[in-house]
């Protein structure tokens, strides 16, 4: 091998080891929306007859047991890059309003609990010894995309997500829940990047 073949092979070793790798980017495409939850009219707490005896709601005041407001549940989807926000309608638009709060549960493909979160006004929710994850701020109103479930829910493999609206105090209700897969880079993202 010469002297040249050999620096010239260094040259492009070297070139290739600096390469940085970079991950293929995100589908792009337009947001997918899927219903989560529908509105309901407000009810008394005492009306709802239904409850989740495998939650507990760490209160003094009021029932620990909460009782159920209405529930939903998205088709198998897969995240493919994008991000999973929380929306009042399919648009992606509006915000949503909960009283008092949203147990999410993600299940795997064979319908397996996979992770919880729980959105909303409430104290802590128990299940089991386990605590479950608050997602966004301790409120009863959440702005457009103001709850994001990217980190809840898993990368590659597909996925439900249940909505159970729960209520343990004075009155229950909820408006129109979406969970909407939207490309990364879209929306409120690129709205913040134009100011």
Known sequence: MTLRKLALAVVAATSLSCVKQVPPPAPMGPPRPYPLLKETE????????????DVEVDTR???????????????????????????????????FDVDNFILLEVLDGSGRVINRGAVGFTDNVLMGREVV?????????F??????????????????VRATALDYSGVGRVTDVFLVLEPRGSNQEDDLRGQ
């Open 42 to 53: 407000e009810r008394e707490t005492a009306s709802l007859m239904e409850t989740r005896e």
């Open 61 to 95: 005041d009021f029932e620990r047991t909460p009782r159920v407001v209405t529930t939903g549940e998205t088709p198998l989807v897969r995240l493919s890059g994008a991000r999973a926000m929380l929306y009042g309608d399919a648009e992606g638009k509006q915000g």
């Open 133 to 141: 994850d608050s997602v966004g701020p301790r409120a009863f109103h």
């Open 143 to 160: 702005e457009p995309g103001q709850v994001d479930l990217t980190s809840m829910l898993p990368e590659n493999e597909p996925f439900r």
